[in-house]
Nanobody
Framework: QVHFVESGGGLVQVGGSLRLSCAPS????????MGWYRQAPGKQRELVAA???????NYRDSVKGRFTISRDNAKNIVYLRMNSLKFEDTAVYYC??????????????????WGQGTQVTVSS
């Protein structure tokens, strides 16, 4: 089973930017559809952005135009560039290989493995 390590989070002011990275740890894996999820305190985990093996992307409405998901297939790394950050973006961000994901509707069944995530905190 492939594990992933998320990194790049931190404390940033409203309007700032961060770039998150998701890299596999351990064995290699084939290119799959990947998702970035986030979980804010007291809230359910939600799918934020997704990218297919062929590079098709989609986002939840609240981050469209601000977040960009991309991947480096040679390195098996998936990125999430976050611009114009808002207070409500504060959460722990995770990457995941979903069991299934409908990229058009942004619905998914996440995979069973979750890494430690990376904390993003947006402050004034």
């Amino acid at each position: 089973q492939v594990h992933f390590v998320e990194s790049g989070g931190g404390l940033v002011q409203v309007g700032g930017s961060l770039r998150l990275s998701c890299a596999p740890s351990g064995s290699t894996f084939s290119v799959n559809t990947m998702g970035w999820y986030r979980q804010a305190p007291g809230k359910q985990r939600e799918l934020v952005a997704a990218i297919s093996a062929s590079g098709i992307t989609n986002y939840r409405d609240s981050v469209k135009g601000r977040f960009t998901i991309s991947r480096d297939n040679a390195k098996n790394i998936v990125y999430l560039r976050m611009n114009s950050l808002k207070f409500e973006d504060t959460a722990v961000y995770y990457c995941n290989v979903p069991k299934w994901l409908n990229i058009a509707t942004m619905t998914s069944s996440p995979g069973d493995y979750w890494g430690q995530g990376t904390q993003v905190t947006v402050s004034s």
